[in-house]
C-alpha cells in the first residue's frame, strides 16, 4: 500500500494521525506502519508538533490582529482506565475548555469596533460599573421590539402553523420566509482552535 516515494503516502499520514487520535496503542501502529497501511509513531509525532506548530502561529497572528472573535466551551469528560489498580485515583471525571477564535467578516476593521470600549463602560459585567447607575436594564424582551411588525407576526404565525391545531399545518407552505432587515450575507469563514 505505501508508495517507495515517502512524500506521496498521504493515505498513511491521515491514517496514522486518525490512530494516534483513537488512542490506538503504539505497538498496533507500529505494526500497521511495518505492514504499510500507516507511517510511523515517530511519523505521527512529528506530524502532529508540525500542524501544532501551524495552528499556534495562524492562532497568534489572527489574535494580533484584534479583529478576531473568541468562543468557549467547557465540557467535562469521564478518562476511565482500563487497567484498575489500588493506587490510583477514582477521580476519572477531568473538567476541560476548549477555545474556538475566527476572524470577524464583512469587512469589519479597527474602526468599527471603537464602540466596544463604550459598551464595556456601560457593562453590568465590568467590575467598575455600580450597578446603582444603570438606570435602564435592557432584557431578552426588548429584542422583540426592534421590528415588532416584521418578525415577531411571522414567528407568530410560524409557531401557530407548527405546534397550533392541526387546521393551521396546511398554511405551512405559504408562510415562506421572514422579511430580512439588514441582513449579514453568508461568508465561509477559517476558524482555529485554540
Given at each position: 500500500m505505501q508508495t517507495a516515494n515517502q512524500k506521496l503516502n498521504a493515505f498513511q499520514s491521515i491514517f496514522g494521525i486518525f490512530l494516534q487520535s483513537a488512542h490506538t496503542p503504539q505497538k498496533v501502529i507500529e505494526t500497521l506502519s511495518q505492514m504499510g497501511i500507516c507511517v510511523s509513531v515517530d511519523s505521527i509525532n512529528t506530524a502532529v508538533m508540525s500542524l501544532?506548530?501551524?495552528?499556534?502561529?495562524?492562532?497568534?497572528?489572527?489574535?494580533?490582529t484584534l479583529l478576531a472573535s473568541y468562543v468557549y466551551?467547557?465540557?467535562?469528560?469521564?478518562?476511565?482506565?482500563?487497567?484498575?489498580?489500588a493506587d490510583k485515583s477514582e477521580d476519572t471525571l477531568k473538567h476541560l475548555t476548549a477555545g474556538l477564535l475566527f476572524p470577524l467578516q464583512h469587512g469589519i476593521t479597527l474602526e468599527n469596533l471603537h464602540c466596544l470600549k463604550a459598551l464595556w463602560e456601560r457593562s453590568l459585567l465590568n467590575p467598575q460599573v455600580n450597578s446603582m447607575d444603570m438606570t435602564t436594564k435592557k432584557g431578552w424582551k426588548d429584542l422583540l421590539t426592534l421590528h415588532p411588525d416584521c418578525f415577531n407576526s411571522w414567528k407568530i404565525l410560524s409557531n401557530l402553523i407548527e405546534y397550533g391545531p392541526t387546521y393551521f399545518h396546511q398554511f405551512k407552505d405559504r408562510l415562506g420566509h421572514p422579511e430580512s432587515v439588514e441582513m449579514i450575507p453568508v461568508a465561509k469563514m477559517k476558524i482555529l482552535a485554540s
Open positions: 501544532s506548530k501551524e495552528a499556534h502561529r495562524g492562532i497568534s497572528t489572527l489574535g494580533w466551551d467547557n465540557f467535562d469528560v469521564d478518562l476511565k482506565s482500563t487497567v484498575h489498580t
